[in-house]
């Protein structure tokens, strides 16, 4: 088994796209676009291009709320790690990039330098860009 994250890294990237919908148990309704004004469980605002670190909601699933200037959004995702949880999937206007601090670029992890198992399916972590 996979240890559950306690956190995900999402870069905000703005938009609708879901290129991961981990055999159909994520879901992204609407669009965001612009600065995020609100993404529930951070505190502020959110410039597109700026990373958050979300806590991993109990459950099977963590839903995130977006309200942007250009729309709002819900967020599904799946993380119970019974389907895989890969970097590089957008889940609407959030790109993951990490977990638990932890970021990831080309399958290398960047910060901070101690190496360490990511959490949550690491065969199946990597997406190269």
């Known amino acids: 088994g996979y240890d559950k994250p306690t956190t995900l890294v999402f870069e905000y990237v703005g938009g609708s796209v879901l290129t991961d919908d981990q055999e159909g148990k994520a879901n992204v309704e ?5 600065v995020a004004l609100f993404i529930s469980g951070y505190d502020g ?28 959004q819900t967020i599904d995702i799946h993380t119970s790690c019974s ?13 993951l990039v990490g977990f638990d601090g932890f970021r990831y670029t080309n399958c290398q992890q960047q910060t901070p330098e101690t190496p360490q198992v990511p959490s949550c399916y690491s065969s199946n972590l990597c997406h190269s860009s």
């Open 83 to 95: 389907k895989p949880l890969q970097v590089g999937s957008q889940f609407g206007g959030l790109l």
């Open 45 to 72: 605002s959110v410039p597109l291009g700026s990373e958050v670190e979300l806590a991993v909601q109990s459950g099977a699933n963590s839903r995130y709320i977006i309200s942007s200037a250009g729309g709002s």
């Open 30 to 34: 609407g669009v965001s676009s612009g």
